[in-house]
């Protein structure tokens, strides 16, 4: 099975370029660091935690050829799984709250990517605590670079501290200039937060795992054809499932919800986009054809194609 996973032709779209920067990368990025250091950071037991160690790792990132390299190094771990498409999330709100240069960063990426056999869109991300009108230039960035490869705007971070409610018109705009939209929900807060990001217009909803709470919301996912994307490993890590056993990618299966399969932040939860399929194996049962559905899932809920040129 592990071979035949790591020759199966997969796609990811729910994958943060800031959570994928690896110990050994994060030492060329800061020599004055331990490979012991990095991973002490990398530990949390819950989505607080998680969100410190994200910040700690976005502060390390001081210029565009900082950007470049972890693109590059990202490319070549997707690259060596047969990852043939991935859609990128920037933490574009991240970049204006540090005060960086956008434009040579996003220049540094694209020069990555386009060096790449992986074939890379890009997603505007939001932090949806810092409220809507910061969110409101990630999304005007997001809006003036849609002929650069950037596909949907999307918000993450504390779903309590920043409700879906109050981007209602952040999505509008974006959506208005044919963006797709892939807010994060259902993660740490319950159902309702989903149903308030299918308000918003969402192509897709980030993590949604709470759903499993809500049979009304399982039912419209289903009949309207609205995918979630499941980050097994991450939910683990920071405590929104308490254990492996208790995640809910079987029943949201089961209950025709549709799913695609992802790693979130694959360096600081220790996993590979072949180790979730591979998860989703052995851990819960799912046979050769499901995962060779699961992966096609993941081609047919992409964006590029579906955005207005």
């Known amino acids: 099975m592990l071979h035949f996973l790591r020759e199966l032709p997969k796609a990811e779209l729910h994958l943060h370029l800031e959570g994928s920067v690896e110990p050994e990368t994060m030492l060329e990025l800061d020599p004055s660091l331990s490979t012991g250091d990095v991973r002490s950071i990398y530990q949390y037991s819950d989505f607080t935690g998680f969100i410190r160690s994200y910040v700690w790792v976005a502060r390390k990132l001081l210029a565009p050829k900082d950007y470049a390299l972890i693109t590059r190094c990202l490319l070549e771990r997707l690259a060596a799984q047969n990852v043939t498409y991935a859609e990128i999330n920037l933490s574009v ?53 849609a002929r650069d490869g950037v596909v949907a705007f999307g918000i993450g971070g504390d779903e309590v501290k920043g409700p879906a409610g109050w981007f209602k018109d952040v999505f509008a705009f974006t959506r208005s200039h044919g963006l797709g939209a892939t807010p994060h929900a259902g993660e740490t807060d319950g159902p309702h937060s989903v149903w308030a990001a299918l308000e918003l217009g969402a192509n897709r909803i980030g993590h949604g795992i709470r759903s499993i709470d809500d049979p009304v919301l399982l039912r419209h996912l289903r009949d309207n054809d ?84």
Request: aromatic share 10%; with cysteine; glycine share 6%.
């Open 226 to 309: 609205i995918p979630l994307e499941i980050c097994i490993s991450s939910n683990v890590c920071t405590g929104a499932i308490a254990a492996l056993k208790d995640h809910p990618v079987r029943r949201l299966y089961d209950a025709g919800v549709p799913i695609v399969l992802n790693t979130d932040d694959p360096a600081m939860f220790h996993t590979t986009l072949t180790k979730e399929y591979e998860i989703a194996s052995t851990e819960f049962g799912f046979s050769e054809p499901e995962i060779r559905g699961l992966a096609a899932n993941a081609f047919r809920y992409r964006l590029d194609h579906e955005v207005k040129s």
């Open 93 to 145: 709100g991240v970049i204006l709250w540090k005060e960086q240069d956008f434009e040579g960063i996003f220049s540094a990426v694209r020069a990555e990517a386009a060096r790449s056999s992986v074939d890379v869109r890009w997603i505007f991300d939001a932090v949806r605590q810092f409220g809507a009108e910061p969110a409101m230039r990630v999304a005007e960035l997001a809006v003036s670079k």
